[in-house]
């Protein structure tokens, strides 16, 4: 098993749809980290989170320590934001990140 | 630009032949990382820095060397290249504390290797 889960693996949502992408750890961790990549391109951090929720534009993330998982949610989603989302468990002594296998993200018009 | 460059961005080795991929970060970051990224699996660890002259193995180290004799670099070379080799590599870096709200985590643009 996977120290650091995603679900779903494939998402299709039509413009406009909020989205929700899941994601579950079983390691400690100090934070935990959103990360988009375009096709081809390179990896973007979204969000870095600890506690609570945070929000930028048309993206939310919220974390529960206790139980261990996070959600990234889209809201009025739109085709650019297609894409992979992966989530990264942050072990904070040493920097290193765990991470997921990705959501792959097809928002159509 | 502020960020974390990475060269070159693509390559094709025959098996055997050994290479370095740059990376380099003007962000005064401490700590820097090699990830490989291949289909299914995720990014996955290889070697690690917290700091100049200090590098630690990650995950998956086999076949491959670093160094860090600066703050700004951290090369990453592979010694004898295999096909099981054939990746997309990418290196980050980021502050070893948290500052300003974050740990500035930052990504280079990735270097995708094609071992033959």
Redo the contacts between chains.
């Keep these: 098993k996977?120290e650091?889960e995603q679900s779903p693996q494939n998402l299709t949502a039509q413009e406009g749809e909020f989205i929700t992408i899941n994601c579950s750890y079983s390691v400690g961790i100090s934070?935990l980290?959103w990360?988009q990549q375009h096709p081809g391109?390179?990896?973007?951090?979204l969000f870095?989170l600890s506690s609570g929720k945070k929000k930028h534009g048309r993206l939310i993330a919220t974390i529960n320590i206790q139980e261990k998982h996070s959600s990234l949610h889209i809201t009025a989603s739109h085709p650019r934001d297609s894409a992979v989302y992966?989530c990264?468990a942050?072990g904070g002594a040493?920097?290193?990140?765990i991470?997921?296998?990705?959501t792959l993200l097809a928002v159509q018009p | 630009n502020a960020g974390v460059t990475q060269t070159p961005k693509f390559q094709v080795l025959k098996t055997g032949q050994s290479m370095t991929l740059q990376c380099a970060q003007d962000m005064n970051h401490e700590?820097m990382?090699w990830?490989r990224q291949d289909p299914?699996?995720?990014?996955?660890?290889i070697h690690?820095s917290?700091g100049a002259g200090i590098t630690?193995q990650?995950e998956v180290p086999n076949g491959y060397n670093v160094s860090r004799s600066t703050t700004e670099d951290f090369p990453l070379r592979l010694l004898s290249a295999a096909p099981s080799q054939t990746s997309v590599y990418?290196c980050?870096s980021?502050y070893?504390g948290y500052r300003g709200g974050?740990?500035g985590?930052?990504?280079?643009?990735?270097t995708r290797l094609t071992v033959v």
């Design positions: 996977n650091v934070a980290h990360l391109g390179g990896i973007v951090s870095m992966i990264a942050f040493t920097n290193k990140l991470f997921g296998t990705g | 700590y990382s990830y299914g699996m995720g990014l996955r660890l690690y917290v630690d990650g990418f980050a980021s070893s974050n740990y985590y930052t990504f280079g643009s990735g």
